[in-house]
């Protein structure tokens, strides 16, 4: 990793993040994660940080392709005592979608004019969203699986696994591209 990233790294561990660095060739985007989405999550559509209302995948490849740095930035709860796991997945996504874009914004201050974070999971910041004009802009982020990035092999790039189903801790994943 190169120094000039060092603070950043430690900032995000003063915050309870582990930042792993990636090459964005190490990033695959794949459009069969489309499927995912469009075909099987009952959130599809229901926020303006998911598909259909955010850039396709073919312009996020495009936009991919203008960085050359990335952190995988992991955010681990304990799950171990949690009994209803959807109710804490909102609380869970909302934590650590704040940590990561205070990075975002530290990366901003340190000269990183282009940093910017794909948010853990869909956007929770309003109750409900209005799928209209977004009430909070500042604060709107998509997550990288909504513009087909597969994150389990982006995982695998950075020497780490993703488990699914895992009851005793759940994993907040995002990534901020920095530039
Ligand atoms: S900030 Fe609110 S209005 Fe904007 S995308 Fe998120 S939930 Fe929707």
Redesign the pocket.
């Known amino acids: 990793m190169p120094g000039k990233y060092e603070s950043l790294v430690k900032k995000a561990s003063e915050m309870g993040l582990k930042a792993h660095f990636l090459d964005t060739n190490n990033i695959p985007i794949e459009n069969r994660i489309a499927l995912k989405c469009a075909y099987g999550c009952k959130s599809y559509g229901k926020?303006?940080?998911c598909p259909p209302h955010i850039m396709s995948i073919d312009e996020f490849r495009k936009v991919l392709a203008e960085y050359s740095s990335a952190f995988l930035l992991v955010d681990e709860h304990d799950t171990s005592g949690v009994t209803d796991i959807l109710e804490a997945w909102s609380k869970f996504r909302k934590e650590s979608f704040q940590k990561m874009f205070e990075l975002e914004q530290e990366a901003f201050r340190e000269g990183f004019t282009f940093s910017h974070l794909l948010r853990p999971a869909a956007?929770?910041?309003?109750e409900v969203?209005?799928?209209k004009d977004?009430?909070?802009?500042e604060?709107?982020r998509f997550a990288p699986e909504a513009v087909g990035i597969n994150l389990q092999k982006a995982m695998e790039n950075a020497k780490l696994v993703l488990e699914f189903c895992k009851p005793g801790k759940t994993l907040c994943i995002g990534i901020l591209l920095i530039e």
């Open positions: 926020t303006l940080s956007c929770n910041e309003c969203c209005n799928l977004c009430a909070k802009p604060r709107r």
